[in-house]
């Protein structure tokens, strides 16, 4: 690598901006230093103050002044060093080659307790990865973006997060016109599986190496002591990746485009595009209406996920070792653990959903029963939970079944066999069973407030809503109603 990667740094300015560019050190190979396209009328249309303050980013500042110049990209926060990050990704199965063809990394912020925060934009103009695309993007994605992220932070699921979203003052032309806007996203990293399958493709052996040094540094610092530092980097990010689909799965959350260039190497989430939250529980649910073949229903977020590690791992296979028929060993190896940790993940989440506090044999067979009465009476998945915490059989459409009666006796002889008292199990499931989620229908509630009629009150309700999911208050059993009955089923778009 080009010398030190992580410890250079300028210093905060009057705004709070304390950038350094760690990823410009890195082989040209992997960015094109790229400029935002200036914008026509920028507007602060939301702000996230928390996040603001996490950053150490002086939040009266960005909302006043040239706050909204600075997030439209027009004005260049110093030490900033804008770019656009290379990448490739298999997309529905298929390899292409890829990269930043709308965004724009600033750089990274230093937070004051020292973190490395990316700070990007989103809609911000073309790059030399475009691919024809105009490079802006709509009020409504960027807005669906930012309540989205923001509830998965708040329900505990690893995600990027979302600081700002600012309207142009210019057009963008999709199937009609729409309000441009940017969304000013923060991550970990925006390092991706796809930026791996980018380097062993179009990179040298020692470029490759580079970059995979730069993320255990960055990531995963306890690799650099290891004998195999490229082994342990991939066994984490496996881990990693177990446990965030897990929490998807637990909290029936459905990704709807999990392409390889959407899977971080952090374990975080990220594209909001076509994602929504499952009502009534049922494994084959899809949403995207590009996922006309089901390759990304909530049923196979696991298979899939596994599926594209294994790309990751076959990206590593020139570090793993010398010997190739020996490293693709290894990487097998490290690939076969990812259904058990997953498993493991999951079904101690389910665990905590049911007040369990210790693991039996028989507890597989407790939560798949009731996943099935689930399934099988079109069940709310979210709901179903909550009526258990709160003990309200009536509340459950499948309550006056022989084979319900049966589960619950089963479940209360459970609870009752573990060293916690029941009133310890109850809270164990408030705190692991959220009274809320981002209701795909409260959310295009609040966007279509926002978008058509320019009212942001709804959204700015919701979101309040949404960021204390765990808090099992009077105020939120409105935003706990499934959708009415519709004839046409939900569907989401990817909002390029």
Same mark, same amino acid.
């Given at each position: 690598? !080009?010398?030190?990667?992580?410890?250079?740094?300028?210093?905060? =300015?009057?705004?709070?901006?304390?950038?350094?560019?760690?990823?410009? /050190?890195?082989?040209?190979?992997?960015?094109?230093?790229?400029?935002?396209?200036?914008?026509?009328?920028?507007?602060? &249309?939301?702000?996230?103050?928390? $996040?603001?303050?996490?950053?150490?980013?002086?939040?009266?500042?960005?909302?006043?002044?040239?706050?909204?110049?600075?997030?439209?990209?027009?004005?260049?926060?110093?030490?900033?060093?804008?770019?656009?990050?290379?990448?490739?990704?298999?997309?529905?199965?298929?390899?292409?080659?890829?990269?930043?063809?709308?965004?724009?990394?600033?750089?990274?912020?230093?937070?004051?307790?020292?973190?490395?925060?990316?700070?990007?934009?989103?809609?911000?103009?073309?790059? %030399?990865?475009?691919?024809?695309?105009?490079? /802006?993007?709509?009020?409504?994605?960027?807005?669906?973006?930012?309540?989205?992220?923001?509830?998965?932070?708040?329900?505990?699921?690893?995600?990027?997060?979302?600081?700002?979203?600012?309207?142009?003052?210019?057009?963008?032309?999709?199937?009609?016109?729409?309000?441009? @806007?940017?969304?000013?996203? =923060?991550?970990?990293?925006?390092?991706?599986?796809?930026?791996?399958?980018?380097?062993?493709?179009?990179?040298?052996?020692?470029?490759?190496?580079?970059?995979?040094?730069?993320?255990?540094?960055?990531?995963?610092?306890?690799?650099?002591?290891?004998?195999?530092?490229?082994?342990?980097?991939?066994?984490?990010?496996?881990?990693?990746?177990?446990?965030? &689909?897990?929490?998807?799965?637990? @909290?029936?959350?459905?990704?709807?485009?999990?392409?390889?260039?959407?899977? =971080?190497?952090?374990?975080?989430?990220?594209?909001?595009?076509?994602?929504?939250?499952?009502?009534?529980?049922?494994?084959?649910?899809?949403?995207?209406? &590009?996922?006309?073949?089901?390759?990304?229903?909530?049923?196979?977020?696991?298979?899939?996920?596994?599926?594209?590690? @294994?790309?990751?791992?076959?990206?590593?296979?020139?570090?793993?070792? !010398?010997?190739?028929?020996?490293?693709?060993?290894?990487?097998?190896?490290?690939?076969?653990?990812?259904?058990?940790?997953?498993?493991?993940?999951?079904?101690?989440?389910?665990?905590?959903?049911?007040?369990?506090?210790?693991?039996?044999?028989?507890?597989?067979?407790?939560?798949?029963?009731?996943?099935?009465?689930?399934?099988?009476?079109?069940?709310?998945?979210?709901?179903?939970? $909550? @009526?258990?915490?709160?003990?309200?059989?009536?509340?459950?459409?499948?309550?006056?079944?022989?084979?319900?009666?049966?589960?619950?006796?089963?479940?209360?002889?459970?609870?009752?066999?573990?060293?916690? #008292? &029941?009133?310890?199990?109850? !809270?164990?499931?408030?705190? #692991?069973?959220?009274?809320?989620?981002?209701?795909?229908?409260?959310?295009?509630?609040?966007?279509?407030? *926002?978008?058509?009629?320019?009212?942001?009150?709804?959204?700015? /309700?919701?979101?309040?809503?949404?960021?204390?999911?765990?808090?099992?208050?009077?105020?939120?059993? *409105?935003?706990?109603? %499934?959708?009415?009955?519709?004839? /046409?089923?939900?569907? =989401?778009?990817?909002?390029?």
């Amino acid at each position: 690598m !080009k010398g030190d990667t992580m410890t250079r740094n300028t210093g905060a =300015t009057e705004k709070g901006w304390n950038f350094d560019n760690s990823y410009t /050190r890195l082989p040209e190979k992997f960015y094109s230093s790229v400029t935002p396209a200036p914008v026509s009328a920028p507007a602060l &249309i939301v702000f996230n103050n928390p $996040l603001a303050e996490e950053l150490g980013v002086n939040a009266q500042e960005l909302q006043e002044g040239d706050g909204a110049e600075v997030l439209a990209g027009n004005k260049i926060p110093e030490g900033a060093s804008p770019l656009a990050q290379a990448y490739a990704g298999h997309q529905f199965g298929h390899f292409t080659m890829l990269g930043d063809g709308r965004a724009h990394l600033l750089g990274e912020q230093i937070t004051p307790e020292g973190e490395r925060i990316d700070i990007q934009f989103k809609g911000s103009g073309r790059t %030399p990865y475009s691919r024809g695309g105009d490079g /802006r993007a709509g009020l409504g994605p960027m807005l669906r973006e930012y309540i989205m992220s923001e509830a998965m932070h708040a329900l505990g699921i690893p995600t990027t997060r979302s600081l700002a979203v600012v309207t142009t003052g210019d057009p963008v032309y999709r199937e009609t016109e729409q309000q441009g @806007a940017i969304l000013t996203r =923060t991550a970990s990293s925006h390092l991706r599986v796809g930026t791996f399958e980018y380097a062993v493709r179009y990179c040298s052996e020692g470029e490759l190496r580079e970059l995979a040094d730069y993320t255990i540094e960055r990531h995963y610092p306890e690799a650099g002591g290891e004998k195999n530092p490229y082994l342990t980097l991939l066994k984490s990010v496996i881990n990693r990746q177990a446990e965030l &689909i897990a929490k998807w799965q637990l @909290a029936g959350f459905i990704h709807g485009v999990m392409n390889t260039d959407n899977t =971080t190497i952090s374990g975080e989430t990220i594209d909001y595009g076509p994602c929504a939250f499952m009502n009534t529980y049922d494994p084959k649910t899809v949403f995207s209406s &590009i996922d006309v073949q089901g390759r990304y229903a909530y049923g196979n977020q696991p298979y899939i996920g596994g599926w594209n590690l @294994a790309r990751f791992a076959e990206a590593l296979v020139p570090l793993l070792d !010398k010997d190739d028929e020996k490293a693709v060993e290894m990487a097998q190896d490290a690939i076969s653990a990812f259904g058990d940790l997953y498993r493991d993940y999951y079904f101690s989440g389910m665990r905590k959903k049911l007040g369990l506090f210790n693991e039996e044999e028989e507890d597989k067979q407790l939560i798949d029963s009731l996943l099935g009465m689930m399934q099988k009476h079109d069940a709310d998945y979210t709901n179903s939970f $909550l @009526a258990l915490t709160y003990d309200n059989t009536e509340d459950l459409v499948f309550s006056e079944t022989d084979k319900y009666n049966d589960w619950h006796k089963k479940w209360q002889e459970r609870l009752e066999r573990q060293e916690q #008292s &029941i009133e310890e199990a109850r !809270k164990l499931m408030h705190k #692991s069973n959220p009274a809320v989620i981002p209701r795909n229908h409260r959310v295009e509630e609040a966007l279509d407030a *926002a978008v058509s009629k320019n009212d942001f009150n709804v959204m700015e /309700r919701l979101l309040e809503v949404l960021s204390t999911p765990y808090e099992h208050t009077e105020d939120k059993k *409105a935003y706990t109603e %499934p959708p009415p009955p519709s004839d /046409r089923p939900y569907q =989401t778009f990817c909002g390029t």
